[in-house]
């Protein structure tokens, strides 16, 4: 019997990410599978061998990144989350020196789930939040509502 789509979803964050067992890439991601928005808008990755250089990418940038699953749901073959991960910059992975600041983003993703492995996903996460708290952007100005709109 395979894996349910939650199981797969699970997995993936706990035992892939949490853990760092990179070795679980290929047993929960199909060879072709595209994985959409990972490092920037309309970007895709495609299989195991394309999605691995964007793994070591953040676990060097955050050894320690530590994802918690706030919600899953699952019909039929897709499963959707909200994820929050926590982390501390320790690498220089990200094209700036680690700046040592912990940070916490949020985000969303939906996979496909076939035969027990991944085959299609979508993520999206605050990454202009996660650049603020390592200071390499700014804050934007807020204009206080003073009513008249």
Same mark, same amino acid.
């Given at each position: 019997?395979?894996a349910?789509?939650?199981? #797969?979803a699970r +997995?993936?964050?706990?035992?892939?990410? &949490?853990?760092? +067992?990179?070795? *679980?890439i290929?047993?929960?991601?199909?060879?072709?599978?595209?994985?959409?928005?990972?490092?920037a808008?309309?970007?895709? +990755?495609?299989?195991?061998e394309?999605?691995r250089?964007?793994?070591?990418?953040? $676990?060097g940038?955050?050894?320690?990144?530590r994802?918690t699953?706030?919600e899953?749901?699952?019909?039929r073959?897709? #499963?959707? =989350?909200r994820?929050?991960?926590?982390?501390t910059?320790?690498? %220089?992975? =990200?094209?700036?020196? %680690?700046?040592?600041?912990?940070?916490?983003v949020?985000g969303m993703?939906?996979?496909?789930?076939?035969?027990? $492995?991944v #085959?299609?996903?979508w &993520?999206n996460?605050?990454m202009?939040?996660l =650049?603020?708290? *390592?200071?390499?952007v700014?804050?934007?100005?807020? #204009?206080p509502?003073?009513?008249?709109?």
């Amino acid at each position: 019997m395979t894996a349910a789509p939650v199981e #797969v979803a699970r +997995r993936w964050f706990e035992e892939m990410w &949490n853990q760092g +067992r990179a070795e *679980l890439i290929p047993e929960l991601l199909a060879a072709d599978a595209p994985i959409y928005v990972v490092g920037a808008p309309g970007d895709a +990755r495609h299989g195991p061998e394309g999605f691995r250089p964007t793994y070591e990418k953040l $676990k060097g940038a955050f050894p320690d990144i530590r994802f918690t699953i706030e919600e899953i749901i699952s019909e039929r073959d897709i #499963v959707a =989350l909200r994820w929050t991960a926590r982390m501390t910059h320790h690498g %220089p992975h =990200l094209g700036f020196a %680690p700046t040592g600041s912990q940070a916490t983003v949020s985000g969303m993703g939906f996979a496909r789930v076939r035969d027990g $492995k991944v #085959v299609e996903a979508w &993520n999206n996460w605050d990454m202009m939040g996660l =650049l603020q708290q *390592l200071g390499q952007v700014s804050h934007p100005a807020v #204009v206080p509502d003073d009513g008249s709109g």
